[in-house]
């Protein structure tokens, strides 16, 4: 394994699990030439006529599938903290003596802490997905077999359908589903909206399994993933935490703190002119972002404007938009409380996306980059604006990518962010772990002042007179450092733990193992 | 033992000082910035100790992300506990600047902080209140209280208030005495005297102020702000209002008052109106601004801002918050209104048409103009100009 310096100047690797890597060239820069991977042929006659692949339990349907050494195994997060499913998969595994596979979550949380085991002992290689909370520990303190690999949401499909990641086997939970594998996120104990980040899983898989916990008759309808890709039907009791499917995250900030870098970043959109009839905005599940949301619809009830459409995460806020009209559209692409999964049960306005339609880079054009202005969260940012998603400034692993990346194609990005959290400063030279290049990040927001990047002129012209706060980025970083102190930078073996790919499958980061005392 | 520590305590720390005989200084210290901020950390506890003269000795720190300015605090009450000495760990003075020295500045919002609470201060400049102050009074807990005056002092010289007048709500007297000795020479800019029920308190504070100030030296004036809450301060209110030309507002504390006067405080307030208006009266016989109590709903906006208008037509000149989301409602319910301000500007040039021409008599239309209807609407004029009604 060589390091190779990357066009954002960062080394990584030239192989990673053993696989041949393209370090990152730039945003749009690399444009592969080769056919989509393409799936084993199914032929109908291998299944029962009647429609019904149940099988009688998930053992049943692994064993089935040829669970094998080595393999990869892809899960999804639509049950977020709340997933009963891919632990048991990896029980299954261990029971049945199988090493060395590859988890291919969509995501992960602090609920698949209990993998750590499975991580130990070698019945799971390495992780090709976020590592949040304690799987993040575990990796960033090189613990990991293999290398982890961070993609976007979007990154996910990409990989999938250029065949960089071959999933063999696909294990979907599903809500609702029928005994031929059609299958929604809509009803049931475990509904969570929607199965968008397991579409591709679906259509590329070499063996797919559908679990569920509320079998109905054929037909399931709708059918979010496609029975015809299905080929075995599983009931489990369970599949998820209700109550953490949905969970109580996805409430306002009453922090005064938060509430004022809301109201900036909304006053920002107002006076930039980008809050206007027909716009199209995308803000995140966070409280400060929902709270953007709602100084938007104070701002476009005055101006008596709508927006064409949102782009969800959809939650109870952004649903009451749609139902008074500020909103015409919801494109969702993952619901985040139960108003959102009843809104896009019952209101055909509030249309389930996936990331093919709305991230992929392998798609002929997507819907991140028709967005007019999306509200992110980041841990860190530079004075180049790039930032920083992944590590925390201690340099671990902590949070995932999601669609992130994806959403810096929107027209204008705009980061809310405190200016230090607990001592910790914001605003810093260089991002610890690159995630996205200051050139597709537009503004920052913070409690102390909006920093615009000099790329954005219009921007800059637009709100000079706005009475707004506008202050360079090193302003808001030496102010971070005169209260909090200059911090000292992490520590870091040579080790490569974990990479990050950017959107189009090349690498733009690498993370090192932290150095402990 | 100082400081607090807990899942939900941020930007605070605890520590344990245990003093030894022999071993040298031995720090423990468990932080969440041990990456960033560590070694830092690690260099003050040690010239801390060196400036105390204390050579032996294990430290226990659980660390949440305080500001060296909360570390210093919390270290000192743990050497001041365990020994006698007078001296005080000072870092350089990094706050902003002292706007003081002017008795008529605007006080229509004053933000409570608890004096205690590390975290709710390091950001309370930025929601722009007319006034911060640090309590030391009913928001610490009475074993807190050295604690707390410590803290207070380092954030009077470390936090930048972005131009809001710092103010220190210190403890009854006697306690609120000592308070003042310690606090006095850090850039207090008003200090809150609370239970005020007679002017010798507004004299005991001054003479406090004013020999510390002049034993340490810095050139600067200290107002005052007493703080009505009992029937007989309502009764003594205008003699305390002119206790001092140092005195240059005077509140109500409604939820005392109305305990001591043994009735429910409502909405309404129909209980308190003599004395809120025996307030106002008074403060405008000694010339200084009479400032309403606090509104304890932190979530009801709307009946906050009735709230206001209601004080501001009685003559209130501004208000106490307990939440950083009430300052801009106050502020609104203060807003001159418009007729208000075009009264207040035809006044205004008539009677200095009339000055010009030398007319001793001033009318608008019908109306005399007297001396105090002008002072009137130039008030008015520069409450607009706060708000940038006019230039």
């Not at chain 1, 927006?307 to 500020?326: D, I, K, P, T, W």
Request: one cysteine or more; aromatic letters at 6%.
């Amino acid at each position: 394994m060589k390091l190779l310096k990357n066009a954002a100047g960062r080394m990584v690797p030239d192989q990673v699990n053993g696989r041949e890597q393209i370090p990152y060239k730039g945003v749009g820069k690399y444009i592969p030439d080769a056919n989509r991977h393409a799936p084993r042929i199914a032929s109908c006659a291998n299944y029962p006529a009647n429609g019904d692949k149940r099988l009688k339990d998930l053992k049943a349907a692994l064993e089935k599938s040829g669970l094998r050494d080595g393999m990869t195994i892809s899960t999804h997060h639509h049950f977020r903290n709340g997933d009963l499913l891919a632990n048991q998969v990896f029980d299954i595994a261990h029971e049945m003596g199988v090493k060395d596979l590859t988890w291919f979550p969509s995501a992960s949380f602090p609920c698949h802490e209990h993998l750590v085991q499975y991580l130990e002992d070698g019945t799971i290689h390495h992780i090709e997905g976020s590592m949040n909370g304690p799987l993040g520990q575990y990796v960033s303190e090189g613990r990991m077999n293999g290398t982890g690999v961070l993609r976007s949401h979007g990154g996910r499909y990409q990989a999938v359908q250029d065949g960089e990641v071959q999933i063999d086997i696909a294990v979907i939970g599903s809500p609702t589903a029928d005994p031929f594998g059609n299958a929604n996120g809509l009803s049931g104990d475990s509904a969570c909206g929607l199965l968008g980040f397991a579409l591709a899983d679906s259509q590329y898989a070499d063996q797919v399994i559908v679990a569920t916990d509320n079998l109905v008759e054929f037909p399931c309808i709708p059918w979010q993933i496609q029975g015809n890709y299905v080929d075995h039907v599983v009931e489990v009791e369970r599949l998820g935490d209700p109550g953490q499917i949905v969970s109580g995250t996805t409430r306002i900030t009453r922090s005064p703190d938060r509430l004022m870098l809301a109201e900036l970043t909304a006053r920002f959109c107002d006076a930039a002119g980008i809050i206007r009839d027909g716009f199209s905005f995308q803000s995140g599940a966070g409280g400060t972002s929902l709270a953007v949301g709602e100084y938007f619809r104070q701002i476009m009830q005055e101006k008596k404007i709508r927006a064409r459409f949102a782009r969800g995460g959809s939650n109870q806020y952004l649903v009451s938009m749609l139902e008074e009209g500020l909103v015409d559209y919801i494109l969702d692409g993952q619901t985040f409380d139960l108003d959102g999964v009843r809104s896009m049960a019952e209101n055909p306005n509030h249309v389930w996306t996936s990331p093919f339609t709305s991230y992929n880079y392998h798609s002929k054009g997507n819907f991140a980059g028709m967005v007019d202005v999306v509200i992110l969260g980041a841990t860190e940012v530079d004075t180049s604006f790039n930032a920083n998603v992944v590590t925390h400034s201690d340099g671990s692993l902590l949070h995932g990518i999601g669609g992130w990346q994806n959403c810096l194609f929107s027209k204008t990005v705009i980061l809310p962010i405190p200016l230090f959290r607990d001592r910790i400063p914001v605003v810093k030279d260089r991002v610890t772990t690159l995630c996205g290049p200051g050139e597709l990040i537009d503004v920052i927001v913070t409690e102390r002042g909006i920093a615009i990047n000099p790329l954005r002129k219009d921007l800059v012209e637009a709100t000079r007179d706005s009475g707004l706060p506008i202050k360079t980025i090193e302003e808001l970083k030496s102010e971070a450092e005169r209260i909090c102190g200059v911090p000292r930078s992490a520590e870091f073996e040579d080790e490569v733990v974990a990479v990050i790919k950017w959107v189009d499958g090349t690498i733009i980061d690498a993370v090192r193992k932290v150095r402990q005392e | 033992m100082a400081g607090n520590t807990g899942d939900k305590v941020r930007s605070d720390c605890r520590i344990k000082l245990t003093l030894a005989e022999k071993g040298g200084i031995v720090i423990n210290m468990e932080s969440k910035v041990t990456v960033m901020y560590g070694e830092a950390n690690l260099q003050l506890v040690r010239e801390i100790m060196e400036f105390f003269g204390i050579h032996h000795a294990t430290i226990d720190i659980e660390d949440s992300g305080a500001l060296p300015h909360v570390l210093a605090a919390r270290l000192e009450v743990c050497i001041k506990k365990i020994s006698n000495t007078r001296k005080e760990y000072l870092l350089p003075i990094s706050r902003g600047e002292i706007v003081g020295g002017e008795p008529g500045r605007f006080r229509r919002s004053r933000l409570y902080l608890p004096g205690n609470t590390p975290a709710m201060m390091i950001n309370a400049g930025i929601h722009q209140s007319d006034g911060i102050i640090l309590d030391l009074e009913d928001s610490v807990a009475a074993e807190r209280k050295d604690e707390a005056r410590i803290l207070v002092r380092n954030a009077l010289r470390n936090i930048d208030f972005f131009g809001a007048e710092r103010m220190v709500r210190i403890n009854q007297l006697p306690l609120g005495l000592e308070d003042t000795a310690i606090l006095a020479p850090h850039g207090v800019e008003l200090i809150l005297i609370p239970k005020c029920e007679e002017d010798w308190q507004v004299h005991e504070v001054e003479k406090v102020v004013s020999s510390t100030l002049e034993k340490t030296g810095p050139d600067q004036q200290i107002f005052f702000m007493p703080i009505i809450e009992s029937a007989l301060g309502v009764e003594n209110a205008f003699r305390i209002a002119s206790a001092s030309k140092n005195v240059v507002a005077m509140a109500i504390g409604l939820e005392d008052l109305c305990a001591d006067l043994g009735v429910a405080r409502t909405a309404g307030g129909k209980e308190s109106f003599f004395a809120r208006t025996r307030i106002v009266n008074a403060c405008k016989a000694a010339g200084i601004q009479p400032i309403d109590s606090v509104f304890s709903d932190v979530t009801n906006m709307e009946a906050l801002l009735e709230n206001v208008k209601k004080s501001a037509a009685l003559g209130f000149e501004g208000m106490g918050c307990i939440h950083p989301g009430q300052i801009r409602v106050i502020h609104q319910g203060f807003r001159p209104g418009e007729p208000e301000v075009e009264k207040a500007l035809k006044i205004l040039e008539a009677y200095r048409e009339a000055r010009k021409n030398g007319l001793g008599v001033v009318s608008l239309g019908s109306k005399m103009i007297d001396a105090p209807v002008v002072a009137r609407a130039e008030q008015t004029l520069q409450l607009a100009r706060k708000y940038r009604l006019i230039k």
